[in-house]
T-cell receptor, first 116, second 114 residues
Framework: DVKVTQSSRYLVKRTGEKVFLECVQDMDHENMFWYRQDPGLGLRLIYFSYDVKMKEKGDIPEGYSVSREKKERFSLILESASTNQTSMYLC???????????????FGEGSRLTVL | GENVEQHPSTLSVQEGDSAVIKCTYSDSASNYFPWYKQELGKRPQLIIDIRSNVGEKKDQRIAVTLNKTAKHFSLHITETQPEDSAVYFCAARAPSGGYNKLIFGAGTRLAVHP
């Protein structure tokens, strides 16, 4: 059973603080993703990574950066948190798309961040 | 880029009734359409998906239909049960800049009343 673990379920930070959200997966998946979930807006892709040290911008990358130093770990970084970054953050992983495999996303439990 | 619209945003049904959620997508190159269910306080999980070369797929009480010409796809839940209450997200995947990105709809909150 695939397991995607996010380090913190709930965080409260102050405006201007640096925030690290950590995600670890145990299925040797090549691809990892960070989504942001807001009511009425669905799941919006922030960044994704298809290999170690590789990263690509998603649809809303502004104000965020990511790090993938090891295959199993994908970190989301808020360099200077702002109140409009208060949200639920979901990490996901996916295996390689090959041989008819469609690529199910396996999500973590989510990290609810509040920026005061 | 791809854009996915989902309707309705909320849906309330009586137990035993059917529920239908509809999504439209913009990129005709999209080739994969999954549906995720997110129960309250839990992670989204895949419940059914369909590829662009198939018009319909069923799995017990749930089915998905795809109309490529109109660029819309729908989730059908029959004989709804209280445990079907959740937020449902549709998504579409299209090649974009050499990568395959999954774009989600805004979600539908389904409430099934006993």
């Amino acid at each position: 059973d695939v397991k995607v673990t996010q380090s913190s379920r709930y965080l409260v930070k102050r405006t201007g603080e640096k925030v690290f959200l950590e995600c670890v997966q145990d299925m040797d998946h090549e691809n990892m993703f960070w989504y942001r979930q807001d009511p009425g807006l669905g799941l919006r892709l922030i960044y994704f990574s298809y290999d170690v040290k590789m990263k690509e911008k998603g649809d809303i990358p502004e104000g965020y950066s990511v790090s993938r130093e090891k295959k199993e770990r994908f970190s989301l970084i808020l360099e200077s948190a702002s109140t409009n970054q208060t949200s639920m953050y979901l990490c996901a992983s996916r295996g390689r798309l090959a041989g008819g495999h469609h690529g199910e996303l396996f999500f973590g439990e989510g990290s609810r961040l509040t920026v005061l | 880029g791809e854009n996915v619209e989902q309707h309705p945003s909320t849906l309330s049904v009586q137990e035993g009734d059917s529920a239908v959620i509809k999504c439209t997508y913009s990129d005709s190159a999209s080739n994969y359409f999954p549906w995720y269910k997110q129960e309250l306080g839990k992670r989204p999980q895949l419940i059914i998906d369909i590829r662009s070369n198939v018009g319909e797929k069923k799995d017990q009480r749930i089915a998905v239909t795809l109309n490529k010409t109109a660029k819309h796809f729908s989730l059908h839940i029959t004989e709804t049960q209280p445990e079907d209450s959740a937020v449902y997200f549709c998504a579409a995947r299209a090649p974009s800049g050499g990568y395959n990105k999954l774009i989600f709809g805004a979600g539908t909150r389904l409430a099934v009343h006993p």
